[in-house]
T-cell receptor
């Protein structure tokens, strides 16, 4: 069975600083990997996804993530954080077949002015 | 495109009462998912439907929970009787077709409080 770990429950960064949110997955085959963002009082929105090919994927809102098979990681990055990026971020993994995503516990990002 | 619409946004009820949560998926989407979000357990998939047919309900916690999709534009999640531990945010999501190339579109959730 697949699983996802997001080691950081809370992260605080200053506006304009760079950001990296960690995600580690466990899955026996090549995973399908996703990052979602949840703003307060709202549902989740897809930021980016990795299926195959280039291990560095670009997403919306200036986010990118890098798939590292050797480390079983799919960390999310942004070079310069904006105050509007404050939200909760979820990493998710999907099996080769089916439609069932397994989500990590989430990382809450706070942005200092 | 109005997105996935859930109602009500908030529900407060007493233990033992029946609770019904409603979802209208995006028109044309073949898949509908119900998730539950709690601090302790994070996001859990409860059940999902394909073309109105339940495909996997292994995440439904107990027989007190039931979900239906009588037509392509409406689904309900019912809890009867409700218990305080059912307090959570319940999300509905839909996707256009099978596979991960079709992203999930989430509603804004229903925050359920059972006292």
């Amino acid at each position: 069975a697949q699983s996802v770990t997001q080691p950081d429950i809370h992260i605080t960064v200053s506006e304009g600083a760079s950001l990296e949110l960690r995600c580690n997955y466990s899955y026996g085959a090549t995973p399908y990997l996703f990052w979602y963002v949840q703003s307060p009082g709202q549902g989740l929105q897809l930021l980016l996804k990795y299926f195959s090919g280039d291990t560095l994927v670009q997403g919306i809102k200036g986010f990118e993530a890098e798939f590292k098979r050797s480390q079983s990681s799919f960390n999310l990055r942004k070079p310069s954080v904006h105050w509007s990026d404050a939200a909760e971020y979820f990493c998710a993994v999907g099996a080769l077949t089916g439609n069932m995503l397994t989500f990590g516990g989430g990382t809450r990002l706070m942005v200092k002015p | 495109d109005a997105g996935v619409i859930q109602s009500p946004r908030h529900e407060v009820t007493e233990m033992g009462q029946e609770v019904t949560l409603r979802c209208k998926p995006i028109s044309g989407h073949d898949y509908l998912f119900w998730y539950r979000q709690t601090m302790m357990r994070g996001l859990e998939l409860l059940i999902y439907f394909n073309n109105n047919v339940p495909i996997d309900d292994s995440g439904m916690p107990e027989d007190r929970f039931s979900a239906k999709m009588p037509n392509a534009s409406f689904s309900t999640l019912k809890i009867q009787p409700s218990e305080p531990r059912d307090s959570a945010v319940y999300f509905c999501a839909s996707s256009l077709r099978a596979g991960y190339n079709s992203p999930l579109h989430f509603g804004n959730g229903t925050r359920l409080t059972v006292t």
